[in-house]
T-cell receptor, first 113, second 110 residues
Framework: DVKVTQSSRYLVKRTGEKVFLECVQD?????MFWYRQDPGLGLRLIYF???????EKGDIPEGYSVSREKKERFSLILESASTNQTSMYLC????????????FGQGTRLTVV | AQRVTQPEKLLSVFKGAPVELKCNYS??????LFWYVQYSRQRLQLLLR??SRESIKGFTADLNKGETSFHLKKPFAQEEDSAMYYC????????????FGQGTELSVKP
């Protein structure tokens, strides 16, 4: 069974903290994605990676960075968490070509207080 | 620019009624279009993609390049169809970068 696993289901962090969200996939996918999901706004792409050490900004990269040192792992970093980053974060992975299914993690509900 | 628009935030129908969830896109090239679904407390998952031309759970979607649309249809809605539906687009020349619309919540009432 294919798996995309996010390290935490729920997180509560304080304003100004550095936050790491981890995602691991076991399907040997080239592409990995980080989205945030907000009611009425849908899924907005934060960052996208199509290979190890490669990254591309999505629509809302401000306040975020990413790391992909290994093919199976894609980390999202909030350098200094703010309350407007309270959201559901979804990780996904897919093969390199654009016509294949993307598989999603269970999501991380981050609350910044 | 690559963009997906779902004009309806909420669509409420009665069981047995036809359903159409609208999706429009903009993309300069040949897009790959998808519908993803998220049932309550479950992961987002693929429902169908235009390249497969298949019907899944009674849903179909036709890519209309002239109108740049990829509407999702089902002739007779069931209560278990209640979920959040997202239209998504990927471009072959972008290495699989996947962009989503705002989502439409479908509520099927008994």
């Amino acid at each position: 069974d294919v798996k995309v696993t996010q390290s935490s289901r729920y997180l509560v962090k304080r304003t100004g903290e550095k936050v790491f969200l981890e995602c691991v996939q076991d399907m040997d996918h080239e592409n990995m994605f980080w989205y945030r999901q907000d009611p009425g706004l849908g899924l907005r792409l934060i960052y996208f990676s199509y290979d190890v050490k490669m990254k591309e900004k999505g629509d809302i990269p401000e306040g975020y960075s990413v790391s992909r040192e290994k093919k199976e792992r894609f980390s999202l970093i909030l350098e200094s968490a703010s309350t407007n980053q309270t959201s559901m974060y979804l990780c996904a992975s897919s093969f390199f070509s654009g016509d294949t299914e993307a598989f999603f993690g269970q999501g991380t509900r981050l609350t910044v207080v | 620019a690559q963009r997906v628009t779902q004009p309806e935030k909420l669509l409420s129908v009665f069981k047995g009624a036809p359903v159409e969830l609208k999706c429009n896109y903009s993309y300069s090239g040949s897009p790959e279009l998808f519908w993803y679904v998220q049932y309550s407390r479950q992961r987002l998952q693929l429902l169908l993609r235009h390249i497969s031309r298949e019907s899944i759970k009674g849903f179909t979607a036709d890519l209309n390049k002239g109108e740049t649309s990829f509407h999702l249809k089902k002739p007779f809605a069931q209560e278990e169809d209640s979920a959040m539906y997202y239209c998504a687009l990927s471009g072959r020349n972008q290495g699989g970068k996947l962009i989503f619309g705002q989502g439409t919540e479908l509520s099927v009432k008994p």
